[in-house]
């Protein structure tokens, strides 16, 4: 069995050897601009085209990550990138979940407790007691119900604040009021104190952290986006915290990754920004479960975690 793997910021040495410690016998190969030479399966995290197209033989794509976003977008520009046999398969929480749930978590918490307004008061030397969110009020929403989201809701009911969920299909969680479809998006925000997204980019959620969506939420209500840069409309975001329509945002997605510099984001007070590491793709997790789907594809069973390149996730 033939790998080719492409990883252009990690270090393809430890990749490559893990991999052949998970499955001995494979020809594992590092993929170099010009290798043509056939291949069963592909390990990549965002390829260029040439690496896949005109690989008639290639079996299956293992994303290095959860969204696919950037291999689907790929196949818009450039058709013919993934060859027509080839399954798309996507990680499948391999230690990300519980990264969001911690960065989630203490989202909710900083902001339900005034944490970050408390950091202000304490750098300007004010002692001066706030008028604490009332938690029945606190309603959190989380945008995507799927492998993370679920996991993300299903850690804030525990904190007996009300939480809703969003999905394309409805879902059934307890504790949880779920809502799914572009029908019930607008019941899913109304008055909602803060919005979580963990959606896939795709062409239907494209831009859904909208001004309009910010309007429906509660005055002075707070974002968390941890899915794509291009589920915000930067500009919105920007207009609706001087309205104080949102209070405050806490951002580790961009349109631009890094953030280039003269971005306003940058300056905005109570905008909180981390570099893409809401949830990180850990080496020994991700190589296991590859590993493991390779080796039952190649004997012929079924394997989750494939991608509807239609829907696009
Ligand atoms: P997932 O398991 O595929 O879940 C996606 C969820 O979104 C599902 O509940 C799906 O609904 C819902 N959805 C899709 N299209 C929708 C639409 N048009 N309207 C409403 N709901 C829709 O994905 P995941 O593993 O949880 O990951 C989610 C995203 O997080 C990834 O795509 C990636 O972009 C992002 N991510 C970011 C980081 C980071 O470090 N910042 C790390 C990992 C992942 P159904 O359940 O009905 O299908
Ligand atoms: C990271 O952003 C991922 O999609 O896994």
Redesign the pocket.
């Known amino acids: 069995m033939k790998i080719i793997f492409y990883e252009q910021h990690a270090d393809a040495s430890l990749w490559l050897r893990d991999l052949a410690l998970a499955l001995p016998g494979a020809d594992i190969r590092e993929w170099q601009p010009g290798d043509t030479a056939p291949a069963d399966y592909a390990v990549v995290w965002r390829p260029p085209p040439e690496m896949l197209a005109c690989r008639p033989d290639l079996k299956a794509v293992f994303n290095l990550?959860?969204?696919?976003?950037a291999i689907v977008e790929l196949e818009r520009t450039h058709p013919g990138t993934l060859p027509p046999n080839a399954l798309l398969v996507?990680?499948?929480?391999t230690g990300?979940?519980v990264?969001?749930v911690e960065y989630a978590t203490h989202a909710v918490l900083r902001y339900m407790r005034r944490f970050d307004e408390y950091d202000a008061l304490q750098r300007a030397h004010k002692w001066e007691k706030l008028v604490p969110h009332s938690r029945d009020e606190f309603t959190v929403g989380v945008?995507?119900?799927?492998?993370?989201?679920?996991k993300v809701v299903e850690r804030l009911t525990t904190l007996s604040i009300p939480v809703r969920g969003?999905?394309?299909?409805?879902?059934d969680i307890d504790g949880v009021r779920t809502f799914?479809?572009?029908e019930q998006?607008d019941a899913f925000l109304d008055g909602a104190k803060m919005l979580i997204n963990?959606?896939?980019?795709?062409p239907?959620?494209e831009g859904?952290l909208s001004r309009r969506a910010f309007e429906r939420l509660a005055p002075g209500a707070y974002l968390v986006n941890?899915?794509?840069g291009a589920h915000l409309v930067d500009e919105d975001l920007l207009h609706a915290m001087k309205s104080g329509q949102i209070a405050a945002a806490t951002l580790?997605?961009f349109h631009t990754e890094p953030l280039p510099e003269d971005h306003p984001f940058w300056r905005t007070p109570r905008i909180t920004l981390t570099p893409?590491?809401?949830?990180?793709?850990l080496r020994e997790e991700s190589v296991a479960q590859v590993a493991e789907k390779i080796a039952a594809h190649a004997r012929g069973e079924p394997i989750s975690g494939i991608v509807d390149v239609k829907?696009?996730?």
């Open positions: 990550g959860a969204g696919v976003d996507r990680l499948e929480d990300m979940s990264q969001m945008l995507g119900l799927g492998v993370l989201g679920t969003f999905s394309r299909t409805k879902k799914a479809g572009p998006f963990l959606l896939p980019h795709t239907d959620t859904i941890l899915a794509r580790d997605v893409h590491i809401s949830a990180m793709t829907l696009g996730y």
